[in-house]
């Protein structure tokens, strides 16, 4: 029964959140101290004709952590282009990107792969979808009708990425109609003493007046056995002060160990997002 380490996290192309320095060459350092097996990015540039040392990130990444990779190219302007990317310790048997844009401003991808782990094919989607909320039900319906059509109900899947999604208005889609968990509402309580009191703090945060319009808005999630817990994703952006729930990991045919969220040095200086971690067993 193998334990696959799931690390989803925005790169903001290769900048730090404060002063847009470059924070490629830590990021590196970073996320080989995580040893991810899959390794779910967004925001990735795969041409840089303008900063050399920014172009081609996944492989630079991909190099450096010993990973297989796969890119799908979203967002392309003349001298750059950057999508999402997945970078795996085990073998890549096929990856697709498609198209998911709603309208001309933003251009989106789904990029899905298929893994081997063991001999188990393990379905991987890696998205970012838009920032407008009516574009995201429809790229969502994209997503799901891709599973429907491509990915076996005995197969495992993953669905990691920036979501945007920060009232939590998605999670029915996923949840009801998909059968997927979020790792953080079915993860074992007190498997992690830092996440724990975090949400001790935010749940004090969500007894506020003033924080009660986000509260209202928190959806069921299926937890162990089917029961519903209410809970929400965690807090991912902007990194260097966590407020908005952007990030997720989402997850069928796994059982989850562990999940936590990465906030602090070094992360909150490399990126505008803080990275995801989960850590699943496969049956």
Not at 23 to 40: C, E, K, M, N, T
Not at 57 to 82: C, F, I, K, M, W
Request: proline share 6%.
């Amino acid at each position: 029964m193998p334990i696959v380490r799931v690390v989803s996290y925005n790169i903001h192309k290769g900048r730090s959140a404060t002063g847009g320095r470059e924070s490629l060459a830590d990021l590196r350092l970073g996320l080989y101290g995580l040893r991810p097996d899959l390794l779910f990015l967004q925001e990735v540039q795969g041409r840089n004709q303008i900063h050399g040392s920014l172009d081609a990130q996944h492989e630079s990444l991909a190099a450096a952590l010993h990973l297989q990779v796969a890119y799908g190219r979203n967002a392309v302007r003349a001298a750059t282009d950057h999508g999402n990317a997945l970078l795996s310790r085990y073998p890549i048997l096929f990856h697709e990107n498609q198209d998911i844009s709603d309208h001309k401003l933003e251009q989106r991808g789904l990029l899905h792969c298929v893994v081997e782990v063991g001999e188990v094919p393990v379905h991987c989607m890696v998205i970012h979808l838009g920032l407008f909320a009516s574009g995201r039900v429809r790229q969502v319906a994209a997503l799901a009708d891709r599973i429907r059509r491509l990915v076996p109900d005995t197969e495992p899947l993953l669905i990691a990425g920036d979501f945007n999604d920060w009232t939590n208005q998605l999670a029915p889609l996923f949840v009801e109609q998909l059968g997927l968990s979020e790792v953080f509402a079915v993860a074992p309580q007190g498997a992690d003493e830092v996440y724990r009191l975090r949400r001790t703090v935010s749940r004090l945060r969500e007894r506020l007046p003033w924080h009660m319009a986000e509260s209202q808005s928190l959806v069921p999630t299926l937890g162990f056995h089917g029961h519903a817990r209410l809970t929400p994703p965690p807090r991912t952006f902007p990194a260097i002060f966590p407020w908005l729930r952007l990030d997720r990991i989402y997850q069928r045919g796994f059982a989850v160990r562990r999940a936590r969220v990465l906030h602090g040095a070094p992360w909150k200086r490399l990126s505008d997002h803080a990275p995801l971690v989960a850590e699943l067993e496969l049956p």
